[in-house]
Every structure is written in C-alpha cells, then in structure tokens.
Nanobody, 124 residues
Framework: VQLQASGGGLVQVGGSLGLSCAAA????????MAWFRQAPGKEREFVAG????????DYEDSAKGRFTISRDNARNTVYLQMHSLRPEDTAVYFC??????????????????WGQGTLVTVSS
C-alpha cells in the first residue's frame, strides 16, 4: 500500500488550502481513510475520517465547519479541503488508511498505512 499526500504549503491566516492523498496498491474502496496532523513538539492528532463509501465523516472539534474530507473511489484519492485557516493549524498533515476499522474516528495506532506527510504552514 502506498499513500502519497500533496498540496501543503504556506498560507495566510484565514486562507484556504486543499490537500490530496493518492493511494496505490490497494482496493481503495475497502479502506477507511483519515487525515491526521502533527505539530512540532506535539503528538499526532486525528483531523478527519471518512468511511469506505464516503457517506460518513467525522471531524476533530476544531476542524468542524472549516475542514471537509471527501474521497473519489474511482481516482483512489482522498481530499481535505481547509478553510479559515489558523496559526494553530500549522502542522505536517498525514493521510492514513485501514482495511479493518469499523468507524470513521480512530487513534493513529489503529491505522495500518500512512503517507509521508505534507507541511501546512499558516502565517499571521
């Protein structure tokens, strides 16, 4: 399984950014997908998760109303659209995949496959 995250960059406070994660080597529609992030000196934290068919999503509290996770099973890609970005959103963002999870929210230890991360920097 290979996950390739992209789309990170530098954005000003209040701006928007879209992340993509392209998957290969798996039957994508069989996998729960999620985005996590890790800021310097902090633990990796859940940001958003999406079910296999895309019909169910879940968000960390600070992401609700600002971030949207979606997936395109025909393109083997999961997305994270981020709006109203804040300095505290600065982190390396990782996509994750797991074949066996039942829900759309789980800890990082529950995900078997990870992308390499993409850096998002929100400047004030």
């Amino acid at each position: 399984v290979q996950l390739q995250a992209s789309g990170g960059g530098l954005v000003q406070v209040g701006g928007s950014l879209g992340l993509s994660c392209a998957a290969a080597g798996l039957t994508f529609s069989n996998y729960v997908m999620a985005w996590f992030r890790q800021a310097p000196g902090k633990e990796r934290e859940f940001v958003a998760g999406i079910s296999r068919g895309g019909g169910s999503t879940d968000y960390e509290d600070s992401a609700k109303g600002r971030f949207t996770i979606s997936r395109d099973n025909a393109r083997n890609t999961v997305y994270l659209q981020m709006h109203s970005l804040r300095p505290e959103d600065t982190a390396v963002y990782f996509c994750a995949a797991d074949r066996f999870l039942r829900g759309t929210r789980a800890s990082s230890s529950d995900y078997a496959h990870w992308g390499q991360g993409t850096l998002v920097t929100v400047s004030s």
